[in-house]
């Protein structure tokens, strides 16, 4: 985030547009101050949580943590994704954003507890299962975002659909993503034995998290007019992030 503060003449593009409807939610103090408040309450809710079922203790902070995730994401997708087009609006882009995330924690989780050997055959099953059922959650948000704006033809909906149909390069990212992450774990994991198999079932899970990755950058990066590049820069931000990860694992 102090990154973003400091570059974000170089990526909050409605910094350029004058009179808003949105101008005081657009103030970009305003945005960095509530959107890290939003991911301190969420971290101080986990971290409570965490300690509770540490010590054995029952705790109704569960319930309390998953309404928070989705209030928070939300708004993160709305400031940090969705703003970045000033003019594009969407309602269930945010449970969009918040349920893909828990798709590619989920399938971390799964390899985390097979390379530590604390996931038995039935549990890798679950696990499967689970995979399996947050990625039909995960396109049926998508296609419920998709066809308001085609059955009722909505122009400013429309901004984000565009550029990753009808640019070429971007339409080849959307067809491997269709198949891969909306449709691949219900054709890979069908079967008992590749959702019990721990190799077949971390490599499915990987590929997943790949996938997941490239869709947050094809999220992004059109709409700021990128092209489809894969350098220094990509590789810089996911290592670093991975290595972020495994630190705090």
């Excluded at 102090?2 to 003449?9: N, P, R, Y």
């Excluded at 689970?130 to 400013?156: C, F, G, K, R």
């Excluded at 149909?165 to 890979?188: D, E, K, M």
Aim: proline share 3%; hydrophobic share 55%; aromatic share 16%.
């Amino acid at each position: 985030f102090i990154a973003l503060w400091i570059g974000h003449s170089h990526w909050a593009g409605w910094l350029a547009y004058q009179n808003l409807p949105q101008g005081f939610w657009f103030d970009i103090r305003f945005v960095f101050i509530r959107d890290i408040s939003a991911l301190l309450i969420i971290w101080g809710l986990c971290a409570a949580f965490v300690a509770r079922a540490q010590k054995g203790v029952s705790s109704k902070l569960a319930g309390l943590l998953m309404f928070a995730y989705g209030v928070v994401f939300t708004l993160i997708a709305f400031d940090m994704v969705m703003a970045l087009d000033p003019h594009w609006f969407s309602t269930l882009f945010g449970g969009y954003f918040f349920v893909s995330g828990m798709y590619a924690s989920l399938a971390a989780w799964t390899i985390l507890s097979i390379l530590s050997g604390s996931a038995t055959v039935e549990h890798r099953h679950d696990l499967g299962k689970l995979i399996v059922a947050v990625s039909l959650l995960t396109a049926y948000m998508m296609y419920s975002q998709l066809l308001p704006i085609w059955y009722e033809n909505l122009p400013t909906e429309v901004r984000f659909v565009i550029p990753r149909l009808s640019v070429t390069q971007w339409r080849y990212i959307s067809a491997i993503l269709t198949a891969t992450i909306f449709l691949g774990p219900l054709v890979l994991l069908l079967t008992r034995w590749s959702k019990r198999s721990p190799v077949f079932l971390t490599a499915v899970s990987l590929l997943m998290l790949v996938c997941l990755w490239i869709e947050r950058w094809w999220e992004v990066t059109p709409t700021l007019g990128g092209k489809l590049t894969f350098g220094l820069i990509e590789v810089s931000i996911t290592v670093a992030f991975v290595a972020a990860f495994m630190t705090s694992v």
